[in-house]
């Protein structure tokens, strides 16, 4: 190698390999290389492809043929010359137009008069399948599949969802007035009232079921939440009361009768949306062009002392469930005290709550610095309210969504923060109706907020350089939710938080959730908790809002039931099945001879669990006359119930809870035996049905042949008319309604006795649990049944409490495990 080098030196022109390089001649032939990929790259080659077909498949969108914005910065200029050379042009149809409304609000309002929207509503009518509900388009499920999604999110990261359908009434007047009426509607039997010191405060939210003026047990309106404002004036209080839209105008007509209060305007009670023509529509959105969102209308009740105002539409409420609910508030929310800006200082408001109270901002921020740590939803009080006063949350958006975590591995709550919140913590000035209008008004537009971020920079959440105009401060209310106290199960499950907003800032705060890893969650993840938590509803069998549901249900059933042909649709006749629609809790109630007319769900905490000690208690010998004389109210009563299946099986709503033979308990053991069976009921309207229906095609056919006839005596010069109702259609209601009658008998036999085991009671919801790992259900029933069934337990063997479930579409009986909710 080296003689080779020796023989390169010596020839004249040559260069040693690796010793040296011609810088020259390397970079001109480098820079003809760049300039030829560059030519290559610039000139379109010879296809018929358009500049957006260029694209990845995954960024290709069908509206980029005619819509140059849609492409990207960078191509759009190539994509307009492009599309200007085609010889044939996209023509817009005139249906087009036609479909396209002239105005989007308009078309918004003239779509809002069946039910009204949320302010989410058309973020969750993409992704949501939207139902009809007390007056609401409400979302129920996603349409992807995420149930199991949604129960993960709940016990390992965090559910969001919009509960702004539940509405407030406040009261305002001296305190000793606002008790002496309040207390007529409940019972300390029931919980902790309105007077209760946890309550008194405003520290604490609480919950009660409330009855109709002096009806207690009887005349149950519903269950409502309530809050105390923290601010008291000459012995004035303020207090909401949150109610869900069922029992919300019936819960305000009973207030305004209890304290004798009188329309202070000419507004209704029930604040729908209007159903206005067209010009007068048109007259609002011009009138209100101006404004981000239009003014809700608050009717308000006076008196001489007192003052009642409906705030149904002026709030709204976002409900975050699980252990990094913390997490992601720290990320959507932002002391206002931390920002320095003109715009903040000129807040006549604001500067005077910061002068007046300091304290009450610093604790304040301390809270919420100590979100970011490892202290979970369940860690604060229970029930706590944290005032709080933030920016605007699309400010502190992430770039991308992601998964809020703890930034702190430490719990950074202090000890005496963990049992109880000191008052000036829960200051909000969300109270002042004055200060939530005027953050609606002075919110910014996305456009202009857009604007902003393109020109400041955003470093996080500690470090925030914005305009001096861009700020605006929104008061709201974090109240926390404790999750289930049992700790065999999942101790903790379903705690959170929930956020109340001024109207108008839902969404900005909902795409918050969302953008920091929330899963979205709607009417099914509602009732999914409920019946895992086995907490109680507001529409009990005994509520008007309770019997209306139970109609509607039965109603939809029904249509959905007869709209099967005949030989696709389930026989309840043959499996002794009289109510697979509906739980007939009047019949049932008679015949275990109870008062139809005055039954009412027992909701006294003492007694049911003392009849829960006894079920988990059978090895002791329940003397009978005792617990009869023990619990009076238990002879006259519907007592919630939770039912689990014990083995494998399907829980369905309606079904019938029944009582067990002894030699049903005793072959429990057997692992072969799912349950006894019923025996196949005769149908003795099966021969009457197949006469009628031959009738009927009979009469049809006569009939027909009669119109016939008739078509050909007319004159030829008559003009054809189509008719608009058929001559027929009033004998086919007829016949209709005489077959569902002969399907399911509307005269009824004794229910108690129909099978060949007793009937108990009803199971009204179900579903599939997983914690359990099995199906779960709350239904009621009567006392008398009840203490029928501690009857048979005693003289049994087993230790477990033991029924009967059958579901209303099969004839075997499941075994099942019952308790009592408490």
């Given at each position: 190698m080296d003689h080779l080098h020796k023989i390169l030196d010596d020839i004249p022109g040559q260069v040693r390999p690796g010793n040296q390089v011609d810088v020259d001649s390397f970079l001109l032939a480098r820079n003809q290389e760049i300039q030829a990929l560059l030519k290559e790259i610039q000139t379109p080659k010879k296809c018929n492809k358009m500049i957006f077909q260029r694209l990845p498949k995954k960024m290709r969108r069908r509206v980029m043929s005619t819509t140059v914005k849609r492409m990207p910065k960078d191509l759009r200029a190539a994509h307009k010359k492009s599309i200007e050379k085609q010889i044939n042009k996209h023509v817009r149809r005139?249906?087009?137009?036609?479909?396209?409304?002239?105005?989007?609000?308009?078309?918004?309002?003239?779509?809002?008069?069946n039910g009204k929207w949320l302010e989410t509503h058309i973020w969750f009518a993409k992704r949501f399948h939207i139902v009809l509900k007390d007056g609401y388009k409400l979302p129920k499920?996603?349409?992807?599949?995420?149930?199991?999604a949604c129960y993960r999110a709940i016990g390992n990261h965090c559910l969001a969802q919009d509960v702004s359908y539940m509405s407030c009434i406040e009261l305002k007047g001296p305190y000793d007035q606002l008790i002496k009426g309040l207390m007529h509607h409940v019972n300390q039997d029931c919980g902790r009232t309105f007077k209760a010191k946890c309550y008194e405060q405003g520290t604490r939210e609480g919950s009660i079921c409330m009855y109709k003026n002096g009806t207690y047990p009887h005349g149950a309106i519903g269950r409502v939440s309530f809050l105390w404002d923290t601010c008291v004036k000459d012995k004035?209080?303020?207090?909401?009361?949150?109610?869900?839209?069922?029992?919300?105008?019936?819960?305000?007509?009973?207030?305004?009768?209890?304290?004798?209060?009188?329309?202070?305007?000419?507004?209704?009670?029930?604040?729908?949306?209007?159903?206005?023509?067209?010009?007068?529509?048109?007259?609002?959105?011009?009138?209100?062009?101006?404004?981000?969102?239009?003014?809700?209308?608050?009717?308000?009740?006076?008196?001489?002392?007192?003052e009642m105002t409906l705030l149904?539409?002026?709030?709204?409420?976002?409900?975050?469930?699980?252990?990094?609910?913390?997490?992601?508030?720290?990320?959507?929310?932002?002391?206002?005290?931390?920002?320095?800006?003109?715009?903040?200082?000129?807040e006549k408001w604001w500067s005077s709550h910061l002068n007046n109270?300091?304290?009450?901002?610093?604790?304040?921020?301390?809270?919420?610095?100590?979100?970011?740590?490892?202290?979970?939803?369940?860690?604060?009080?229970?029930?706590?309210?944290?005032?709080?006063?933030?920016?605007?949350?699309?400010?502190?958006?992430?770039?991308?969504?992601?998964?809020?975590?703890?930034?702190s591995k430490d719990f950074l709550l202090t000890e005496d923060y963990s049992f109880q919140l000191p008052t000036v913590a829960s200051v909000s000035k969300i109270w002042d109706s004055k200060v939530r209008n005027r953050s609606t008004q002075n919110k910014m537009s996305n456009c202009e907020i857009n604007k902003l971020r393109s020109n400041c920079v955003i470093n996080g959440n500690d470090k925030i350089a914005l305009d001096e105009h861009s700020m605006s401060i929104i008061p709201i209310l974090l109240i926390q939710r404790p999750g289930q106290y049992h700790p065999i199960t999942r101790p903790g499950y379903?705690?959170?938080?929930?956020?109340?907003?001024?109207?108008?800032?839902?969404?900005?705060f909902w795409l918050g959730l969302i953008m920091n890893g929330c899963q979205p969650g709607g009417l099914r993840e509602t009732t999914t908790m409920i019946l895992e938590r086995c907490l109680p509803r507001s529409?009990?069998?005994?509520?008007?809002?309770?019997?209306?549901?139970?109609?509607?249900?039965?109603?939809?059933?029904?249509?959905?039931?007869?709209?099967?042909?005949?030989?696709?649709?389930?026989?309840?006749?043959?499996?002794?099945?009289?109510?697979?629609?509906?739980?007939?809790?009047?019949?049932?109630?008679?015949?275990?001879?109870?008062?139809?007319?005055?039954?009412?769900?027992?909701?006294?905490?003492?007694?049911?669990?003392?009849?829960?000690?006894?079920?988990l208690n059978l090895k002791e010998k329940i003397n009978l006359e005792n617990l009869k004389s023990e619990f009076v109210d238990l002879q006259t009563c519907l007592v919630p119930i939770r039912l689990q299946l014990s083995q494998k099986g399907i829980l369905k709503p309606n079904s019938h809870v029944c009582l067990p033979t002894l030699d049903d308990l005793n072959n429990i053991g057997d692992k072969s035996n799912l349950g006894p069976l019923e025996k196949m009921h005769?149908?003795?309207?099966?021969?009457?049905?197949?006469?009628?229906?031959?009738?009927?095609?009979?009469?049809?056919?006569?009939?027909?042949r009669k119109r016939v006839l008739e078509k050909k005596k007319r004159n030829i010069l008559c003009k054809r008319f189509k008719l608009k109702v058929s001559p027929t259609s009033q004998i086919v209601k007829e016949y209709l309604n005489q077959m569902k009658k002969l399907w399911i008998p509307e005269e009824q036999t004794p229910l108690k006795h129909s099978c060949s085991r007793v009937i108990l009671g009803f199971s009204c919801n179900s579903h599939f649990s997983f914690t359990k790992s099995k199906y779960v259900g709350i239904g009621y029933m009567p006392g008398p049944a009840l203490i029928e069934l501690f009857n048979l337990w005693s003289e049994s063997k087993t230790n477990l409490p033991y029924v009967l479930v059958r579901n209303p579409s099969t004839n075997n009986y499941r075994y099942a495990l019952l308790s009592i909710t408490t």
């Amino acid at each position: 190698m080296d003689h080779l080098h020796k023989i390169l030196d010596d020839i004249p022109g040559q260069v040693r390999p690796g010793n040296q390089v011609d810088v020259d001649s390397f970079l001109l032939a480098r820079n003809q290389e760049i300039q030829a990929l560059l030519k290559e790259i610039q000139t379109p080659k010879k296809c018929n492809k358009m500049i957006f077909q260029r694209l990845p498949k995954k960024m290709r969108r069908r509206v980029m043929s005619t819509t140059v914005k849609r492409m990207p910065k960078d191509l759009r200029a190539a994509h307009k010359k492009s599309i200007e050379k085609q010889i044939n042009k996209h023509v817009r149809r005139r249906k087009d137009y036609r479909r396209k409304p002239k105005s989007r609000r308009l078309d918004y309002m003239r779509r809002q008069k069946n039910g009204k929207w949320l302010e989410t509503h058309i973020w969750f009518a993409k992704r949501f399948h939207i139902v009809l509900k007390d007056g609401y388009k409400l979302p129920k499920s996603s349409h992807d599949k995420t149930y199991r999604a949604c129960y993960r999110a709940i016990g390992n990261h965090c559910l969001a969802q919009d509960v702004s359908y539940m509405s407030c009434i406040e009261l305002k007047g001296p305190y000793d007035q606002l008790i002496k009426g309040l207390m007529h509607h409940v019972n300390q039997d029931c919980g902790r009232t309105f007077k209760a010191k946890c309550y008194e405060q405003g520290t604490r939210e609480g919950s009660i079921c409330m009855y109709k003026n002096g009806t207690y047990p009887h005349g149950a309106i519903g269950r409502v939440s309530f809050l105390w404002d923290t601010c008291v004036k000459d012995k004035m209080r303020a207090i909401w009361i949150w109610a869900e839209p069922s029992i919300y105008s019936q819960l305000a007509k009973e207030l305004q009768t209890t304290f004798n209060l009188k329309q202070n305007n000419s507004d209704s009670l029930e604040s729908g949306p209007p159903v206005l023509k067209k010009p007068k529509l048109l007259e609002i959105i011009k009138s209100s062009k101006n404004t981000v969102i239009p003014t809700v209308q608050t009717p308000s009740f006076v008196n001489s002392t007192m003052e009642m105002t409906l705030l149904k539409g002026s709030l709204n409420r976002l409900r975050i469930t699980g252990p990094l609910s913390n997490s992601v508030l720290s990320r959507i929310l932002y002391p206002a005290i931390l920002v320095n800006s003109k715009k903040i200082i000129e807040e006549k408001w604001w500067s005077s709550h910061l002068n007046n109270l300091k304290n009450s901002t610093d604790i304040q921020t301390k809270l919420w610095e100590s979100l970011n740590g490892a202290d979970r939803p369940e860690s604060y009080p229970a029930n706590c309210v944290i005032g709080f006063h933030t920016i605007d949350p699309r400010l502190v958006f992430p770039m991308k969504r992601t998964k809020a975590l703890p930034i702190s591995k430490d719990f950074l709550l202090t000890e005496d923060y963990s049992f109880q919140l000191p008052t000036v913590a829960s200051v909000s000035k969300i109270w002042d109706s004055k200060v939530r209008n005027r953050s609606t008004q002075n919110k910014m537009s996305n456009c202009e907020i857009n604007k902003l971020r393109s020109n400041c920079v955003i470093n996080g959440n500690d470090k925030i350089a914005l305009d001096e105009h861009s700020m605006s401060i929104i008061p709201i209310l974090l109240i926390q939710r404790p999750g289930q106290y049992h700790p065999i199960t999942r101790p903790g499950y379903g705690s959170g938080w929930d956020i109340i907003l001024p109207a108008g800032w839902a969404m900005p705060f909902w795409l918050g959730l969302i953008m920091n890893g929330c899963q979205p969650g709607g009417l099914r993840e509602t009732t999914t908790m409920i019946l895992e938590r086995c907490l109680p509803r507001s529409d009990e069998p005994d509520t008007d809002a309770g019997n209306l549901r139970a109609m509607l249900e039965k109603e939809e059933a029904m249509k959905k039931h007869f709209r099967l042909p005949p030989q696709m649709r389930v026989n309840y006749i043959k499996l002794g099945f009289q109510t697979p629609f509906h739980c007939p809790w009047d019949i049932l109630c008679n015949e275990w001879m109870l008062d139809s007319n005055n039954k009412f769900v027992l909701r006294n905490i003492k007694l049911l669990a003392q009849l829960q000690n006894l079920t988990l208690n059978l090895k002791e010998k329940i003397n009978l006359e005792n617990l009869k004389s023990e619990f009076v109210d238990l002879q006259t009563c519907l007592v919630p119930i939770r039912l689990q299946l014990s083995q494998k099986g399907i829980l369905k709503p309606n079904s019938h809870v029944c009582l067990p033979t002894l030699d049903d308990l005793n072959n429990i053991g057997d692992k072969s035996n799912l349950g006894p069976l019923e025996k196949m009921h005769k149908d003795l309207n099966a021969f009457k049905r197949k006469v009628y229906r031959l009738e009927h095609k009979k009469l049809l056919r006569s009939l027909r042949r009669k119109r016939v006839l008739e078509k050909k005596k007319r004159n030829i010069l008559c003009k054809r008319f189509k008719l608009k109702v058929s001559p027929t259609s009033q004998i086919v209601k007829e016949y209709l309604n005489q077959m569902k009658k002969l399907w399911i008998p509307e005269e009824q036999t004794p229910l108690k006795h129909s099978c060949s085991r007793v009937i108990l009671g009803f199971s009204c919801n179900s579903h599939f649990s997983f914690t359990k790992s099995k199906y779960v259900g709350i239904g009621y029933m009567p006392g008398p049944a009840l203490i029928e069934l501690f009857n048979l337990w005693s003289e049994s063997k087993t230790n477990l409490p033991y029924v009967l479930v059958r579901n209303p579409s099969t004839n075997n009986y499941r075994y099942a495990l019952l308790s009592i909710t408490t």
